[in-house]
């Protein structure tokens, strides 16, 4: 069996860090990236754990170098997936992304033959609409312009390898984790 890059994707409230946190519990052959930051680490977090916490500098070098499957600038920060250490960590095991449709439509380019898409989608808008309502994190505008982009990304689906349906968490990892045995055992 061969090692994978499996990428989930999906609008925020549609369960994709429950089902990632399930998915790394139960498979010991999964592992889960890190990602580099420019931000200062925050209290109770670890190099290496979390985040690699680099300079901007070094971080810039590293796109010099092209050693980031992925790299976005965020409220004056830089987080990217380090190349390196995910192909590193795909000599023992299958490693487990969460990003962004953007990011991960970008490794998919980078690692077409070992990166398997998979985008988790909500039931419907109506369900998601409520979840996000439900959270009473953010206005009535903040949640417009989150509905904008969960529609952009939902958009997007067609361009993945897997779509799964957040239903049922349950039903969805096991959907997911089927998926991942699918892969690992196909021959490239």
């Known amino acids: 069996m061969r090692n994978i890059l499996v990428v989930i994707s999906g609008p925020s409230g549609v369960g994709k860090g429950t089902l990632v946190d399930l998915l790394l519990a139960e ?4 592992v889960e990236s890190v990602s580099c930051t420019t931000r200062a680490p925050r209290a109770g977090e670890q190099n290496g754990r979390e985040y690699f916490f ?3 500098s070094e971080f810039r070098d590293r796109i010099v170098a092209n050693d980031f499957l992925e790299y976005d600038e965020h409220f004056g920060n830089f987080y990217g997936t380090p190349r390196s250490f995910v192909e590193r960590q795909l ?3 299958s490693v ?8 991960a439509l970008n490794a998919k380019r980078l690692m077409p033959a070992r ?4 985008m988790v989608t909500p039931p419907s808008m109506e369900e998601l609409t ?6 009473g994190s953010e206005g009535e505008e903040a949640l417009r312009e989150r509905l904008r982009r969960v529609r952009y990304e939902l958009d997007q689906a067609h361009l993945y390898d ?8 349950q039903r969805a990892k096991r959907e997911i984790q089927e998926i991942i045995r699918k ?3 196909k021959e490239i």
Do not use: F, H, Q
């Not at 498979?27 to 999964?30: I, K, P, R, T």
């Open 27 to 30: 498979d010991e052959g999964l």
């Open 162 to 169: 897997y779509v799964v349906v957040n239903d049922d968490l």
């Open 91 to 93: 000599r023992e095991k």
């Open 130 to 135: 409520r979840r996000l309502s439900g959270r």
């Open 96 to 103: 487990l992304l969460e990003i962004d449709v953007v990011g």
């Open 54 to 56: 680099i300079t901007e």
């Open 115 to 118: 990166a398997v898409l998979i």
């Open 183 to 185: 892969e690992k055992e």
